[in-house]
């Protein structure tokens, strides 16, 4: 994984856990970062350098936002990408296959949502 992506990650990480009451940051970041490491070494979900490498050849863009969350027994990742042409994409993507679920594009400045 290529150190911008890292630290994006880490970012990311920190900024939800910031979003919770006192007292449980600290303990839920641990638990999600335990959980998708458990999740990786049992073959639950693919890394997350392959997912993007696969994402990115079918959308090309700067990744914004990367999450991982289980969704009735299914690990998903949730990936936000910058097109180059302005647009915003979020792909949701099945973590274990790399099969990309659905889209969903916005333009960056007037708010208009098209699916995929």
Not at 95 to 108: M, N, W
Request: proline fraction near 4%; charge should be positive; hydrophobic fraction near 40%.
């Amino acid at each position: 994984m290529n150190r911008q992506i890292a630290a994006f990650l880490r970012l990311t990480v920190l900024a939800g856990a910031l979003c919770l009451p006192p007292g449980q940051a600290s303990a839920s970041g641990r638990e999600d970062h335990e959980q998708a490491r458990q999740a990786l070494e049992a073959g639950q979900i693919q890394p997350l350098s392959r997912i993007l490498e696969r994402v990115g050849r079918l959308y090309p863009g700067q990744v914004l936002e990367v999450e991982l969350e289980r969704e009735q027994g299914r690990w998903l990742y949730e990936i936000k990408l910058l097109l180059p042409d302005g647009r915003l994409l979020k792909a949701e993507v099945d973590a274990r296959s790399g099969e990309v679920l659905g889209t969903k594009r916005r333009q960056s400045r007037s708010g208009a949502a098209g699916e995929r």
